[in-house]
């Protein structure tokens, strides 16, 4: 039997995927990585990112009014600014000042045609002036390209790993003018020296796959094996951290495995810590129960040679087996931003606050 007692997260060479020579043994690993551990190191990948990662000093930067106008309140598809500790991960405060912003889209819910609510999550995103930051919503928007890319073609190795067909997990997504795609931009401020603080809490992500670039040489991302042990996932140059999303464990029927993970914040002299997650959706109507994938019998028994997975911290995302993709991840959005789903989703704020917003909101 496999020991889920990891204690270290395994490196991928994407560039064996080129080669018939090297590729099975990519996909042997990548077995490994999806059905015991749920994060991987990938390596050698197509995507650009100096010119990015040479911006978010920069965006952090700006003055706190030019943040303040992009607000992710202003938006209904929960993009934007948001300052310092306004979210909440299982009761304490979440020590980040991030911006999300997404691939280009164009929403396609209409006001008073009844449209699904969940359909105006997605949308356009704030950026700030271009002034202010010349070239940065270009460049965003060229790397979020990229990883979209990169996160198709990766479903396909994915797939193959699972003795599936390349196109099997096609059938989760909608047409590419309906599916939009998330990333973040996140910088955890320093603690003092010798204290730990809460960059984010234990949680799952919901999508298939997340893609991290970890944009400064900072530790602090942390995953949790299933004896509940903390394990460090430190930065490695020229490397994306890849994890497995809960619709992605949902729809394997717990063959790929999603893993709690957290991040805590940098102490001392170092500076902040910046990452970009990329999170990779699927359709906003798809429901994962009307989509059964059958596997080989030889994969199943790797999942039995795993063995029952345990309890962990993180419980998010819970709502795969009766509700849409779209309808799962607004819930998530609305209890972590009630301020946003006040002006924008009154009905359904009502529905999860009844009393009224919290002193202090969570979603997980």
């Given at each position: 039997?496999?020991?889920?007692?990891f204690?270290?997260v395994?490196?991928?060479?994407?560039?064996?995927?080129?080669?018939?020579?090297?590729?099975p043994?990519?996909?042997?690993e990548?077995q490994?990585?999806?059905?015991?551990?749920?994060?991987l190191?990938?390596?050698?990948?197509?995507v650009?990112?100096d010119?990015?990662?040479?911006?978010?000093p920069?965006?952090?930067a700006?003055?706190?009014?030019?943040?303040d106008?992009?607000?992710?309140?202003?938006?209904?598809h929960?993009?934007?600014?948001?300052?310092?500790?306004?979210?909440f991960?299982k009761?304490?405060?979440d020590?980040?000042?991030?911006?999300?912003?997404?691939?280009?889209?164009v929403?396609?819910?209409?006001?008073?045609?009844?449209?699904?609510?969940?359909?105006?999550?997605?949308?356009?995103?704030?950026?700030?002036?271009e002034?202010q930051?010349?070239g940065?919503?270009?460049?965003?928007?060229?790397?979020?390209l990229?990883?979209?890319?990169?996160?198709?073609?990766?479903?396909?190795?994915?797939?193959e790993?699972?003795g599936l067909?390349?196109?099997?997990?096609?059938?989760f997504?909608?047409r590419?003018?309906?599916m939009?795609?998330?990333?973040?931009?996140v910088q955890?401020?320093q603690?003092?020296?010798?204290s730990?603080s809460q960059?984010?809490g234990?949680?799952?992500?919901?999508?298939?796959?997340?893609f991290?670039?970890q944009a400064?040489d900072?530790?602090?991302?942390?995953?949790?094996?299933?004896?509940?042990?903390?394990i460090?996932?430190p930065?490695?140059p020229?490397?994306?951290?890849?994890?497995i999303?809960?619709?992605?464990?949902?729809?394997?029927q717990?063959?790929a495995?999603?893993?709690?993970?957290?991040?805590?914040?940098?102490?001392?002299?170092?500076?902040p810590?910046?990452?970009?997650?990329?999170?990779?959706?699927?359709g906003?109507d798809v429901k994962?129960?009307?989509?059964?994938?059958?596997f080989?019998?030889?994969?199943?028994?790797l999942?039995?040679?795993?063995?029952?997975?345990?309890?962990?911290?993180s419980?998010n995302?819970?709502?795969?087996?009766?509700?849409?993709?779209?309808?799962v991840?607004?819930i998530?959005?609305?209890?972590?931003?009630?301020d946003?789903a006040?002006?924008?989703?009154?009905k359904?704020?009502?529905?999860?606050f009844?009393?009224?917003?919290?002193?202090?909101?969570?979603?997980?």
């Open positions: 039997m496999v020991s889920a007692d204690s270290s395994p490196v991928l060479d994407y560039a064996q995927t080129t080669s018939s020579e090297t590729k043994q990519f996909i042997k990548l490994h990585a999806l059905i015991n551990v749920g994060f190191y990938l390596a050698n990948v197509p650009q990112t010119e990015l990662i040479a911006y978010i920069q965006l952090f700006l003055p706190q009014e030019a943040k106008k992009i607000i992710m309140r202003n938006s209904k929960f993009l934007g600014y948001n300052k310092l500790g306004a979210e991960t009761g304490h405060t020590w980040r000042e991030q911006f999300d912003i997404a691939t280009p889209h929403c396609r819910a209409v006001e008073g045609r009844g449209d699904p609510d969940y359909w105006s999550l997605w949308g356009p995103s704030q950026w700030p002036e002034e930051l010349p940065f919503k270009d460049a965003m928007e060229r790397y979020l990229q990883v979209q890319k990169l996160s198709y073609d990766f479903v396909g190795l994915l797939a790993a699972f067909p390349s196109d099997a997990l096609a059938q997504y909608d590419p003018e309906f939009q795609h998330r990333g973040k931009i955890y401020p603690t003092a020296e010798g730990e960059g984010v234990p949680h799952y992500d919901a999508g298939f796959l997340t991290l670039l400064s900072h530790k602090g991302l942390q995953v949790q094996n299933l004896t509940g042990d903390w460090d996932v930065p490695i020229g490397t994306f951290v890849v994890n999303g809960r619709a992605l464990e949902f729809a394997t717990g063959l495995r999603a893993t709690s993970h957290r991040v805590i914040s940098p102490s001392g002299g170092t500076g810590r910046y990452s970009v997650p990329f999170f990779q959706n699927i906003l994962l129960t009307e989509h059964v994938l059958e080989p019998p030889e994969i199943l028994k999942r039995d040679a795993r063995g029952t997975l345990g309890a962990t911290d419980v995302f819970s709502e795969f087996d009766r509700e849409p993709s779209g309808r991840n607004l998530g959005r609305v209890k972590s931003h009630p946003v006040e002006r924008h989703y009154p359904l704020f009502k529905e999860l009844p009393n009224g917003a919290p002193a202090q909101v969570s979603a997980y």
